[in-house]
């Protein structure tokens, strides 16, 4: 079993829990269904349910009807993964400004947290 550990900024602001606040239900129960399998199967989650994306950082994908989420994340050492922004895709490409958000959100945590290590 894997951590999941929900990324929250030096001033409280947690963007994944906000995303995941802002979904509606059956929407909400698969995207919490995807973190469990991650929480499950860790770095051995492939496509369709997680896809390595750049630097680190990796999707969690769900698609209820025609909505489909992301949810962004990356590793750090003793099996923990750290769940950073997540989105509503509208096009077929991961949005640059949400995947370098999420580069920016591991670039803080590591600053903020240095004895843990990222894998």
Known sequence: MYEIIFYDTETGICPVQDFLDS?????LAKA???IDLLEING???????SK???????????????????????FIIGKKAVLTNGFIK???KTPQSELELAKKYKVDY?????????Q
């Open 23 to 27: 979904l509606e239900p059956k929407l």
């Open 32 to 34: 919490l269904r995807t």
């Open 43 to 49: 770095s051995r989650l492939r496509e369709p349910y």
């Open 52 to 74: 390595f994306l750049d630097e680190g950082i990796f999707e969690l994908r769900t698609t209820q009807g025609t909505d489909i989420t992301r949810v962004l994340y990356f």
């Open 90 to 92: 509208k096009t077929q």
């Open 110 to 118: 590591e600053r903020r947290f240095r004895d843990e290590q990222v």
